[in-house]
């Protein structure tokens, strides 16, 4: 894959979308998967830059998810951002203490998304931006 390939790793359909959306807006290649067992499948194949995890998925949750993917030698280096919910507080903690180096509030703020994936990312659109 390319450079700053990113897999979303989220059942919900609608956010799905809006992140598919934004991402081609960054020109970002993107991967998809709608549950942790095919994300942490896809993340050994494809070995992406960074991996979008919604914390609340079926089966097995998105923080038990990190912490496998976090703690797995071929994988660790790979940053994870939380994809959150707004409701439910206490999630970023244990976001963090999962192991995700950030974490994304849902619902998703379209202004500061792409900001914030691409602290962990080289992304060419912003390069102008840099001193
Ligand atoms: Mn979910």
Not at 96 to 111: E, F, N, Q, V, W
Not at 121 to 126: E, I, Q, R, T
Request: aromatic share 4%; with cysteine.
């Amino acid at each position: 894959m390319g450079n700053n390939t990113i897999l979303v790793i989220e059942d919900n359909e609608l956010n799905m979308k809006l992140v598919r959306g934004l991402l081609s807006l960054g020109n970002y290649p993107m991967l998809e998967a709608t549950d942790a067992e095919a994300g942490i499948q896809m993340a050994h194949k494809h070995h992406p830059n960074l991996i979008l995890m919604d914390i609340q998925l079926p089966g097995m949750d998105g923080l038990e998810a990190t912490k496998i993917i976090s703690t797995d030698v071929d994988l660790k280096d790979i940053p994870i951002i939380a994809l959150t919910s707004y409701a439910m507080q206490g999630d970023e903690e244990k976001a963090k203490l999962a192991g995700c180096s950030d974490y994304i509030t849902k619902p998703i703020d379209t202004r500061n998304f792409l900001e914030i994936i691409g602290k962990f990312l080289k992304n060419d659109l912003k390069s102008d931006d840099r001193p």
